[in-house]
């Protein structure tokens, strides 16, 4: 299930992404950011360490146990978000941050949907006449729908191309229909 996204989590998403590239650490920050989606992934630990009796060496602690070898500027940031009752918003800081480190790494995602699972060979074809289409690398979530009967469904983005079998059917079903008329 995608994470819930908040225009909050972009500006902060936004902000970790130019320290990231000024400090051209993207790794770290990754790493940060992924650790910061594991510890507010439920709402009951976002309140308890969001509770008047978590200190903050106690969420320091944590937070080193989750990641360790955190940075001084990454931990300042989880307790900057701690300080003003954001937590709340990791899962969307997090959603927001890979989509532009992606963007930033000339990355796009293509999620395709096929009737059976594509093998090694199809998924290698896919992913070079995507990349060429898109000028980018791509990076294939590849997912299996029975009910498609056979074709793919590509979506890149807000783009989509539906080629399955089953939507070649309708447009051929419409098609019949309106000759018949």
Known sequence: ??????????????????????????????????????????????????????????????????????????????????????????????SFFRELLDEERGIVRAEVTSATALDGGQRQRLLDKLARDTGKQVALEARVDPALLGGLIVRIGDRMVDGSTRNRLRSLRTQLERAAL
């Open 1 to 94: 299930m995608p994470a819930p996204r908040d225009i909050a989590g972009r500006r902060y998403a936004l902000a970790l992404i130019a320290i990231a590239r000024d400090d051209r650490d993207f790794d770290a920050w990754s790493d940060a950011i992924e650790a910061l989606a594991g510890l507010t992934s439920e709402r009951a630990f976002v309140q308890a360490l969001q509770a008047d009796g978590m200190t903050d060496d106690r969420f320091q602690s944590i937070v080193r146990r989750v990641l360790p070898g955190v940075g001084q500027k990454q931990l300042n940031f989880f307790r900057l978000l701690r300080q003003k009752n954001r937590l709340g918003l990791g899962a969307s800081i997090a």
